[in-house]
């Protein structure tokens, strides 16, 4: 989970400037912090998401690059619908077992 945190740092920084251009928004429709989180979850979700594909793509582009790359990519390409499907899933069903875990572990105070 650390290694994560450190890899998504930089989206959840860029992040901030563009949180901060929201503010008046959310001032002038009068959302409040329920609402205010969602968007603030939307806009996260956006910069992680761009991060990702600008990764991706480099990536791509520096495997394109190389002779042993080209050969990677030729056999990782017609497998990719399958990955991503993979890996939906897998988050699909960890994000509630860890969801889960996370409210046996806080106290039977809080309010959820």
Request: net charge positive; hydrophobic share 55%.
């Amino acid at each position: 989970m650390q290694i994560l945190f450190l890899l998504d740092s930089p989206s959840s920084l860029a992040s901030i400037p563009i949180a901060i251009l929201f503010f008046p928004f959310s001032m002038i429709f009068h959302l409040g912090l329920y609402e205010g989180s969602y968007v603030g979850a939307g806009i996260t979700l956006a910069m992680s998401s761009l991060q990702w594909l600008a990764i991706g793509y480099h990536t791509d582009q520096w495997l394109g690059s190389k002779l042993w790359g080209q050969s990677i990519l030729r056999r990782i390409r017609p497998l990719s619908a399958v990955l991503i499907i993979l890996i939906l899933l897998i988050t699909a069903i960890s994000v509630p077992m860890v969801n889960a875990r996370s409210r046996r572990l806080t106290s039977p105070h809080a309010i959820f």
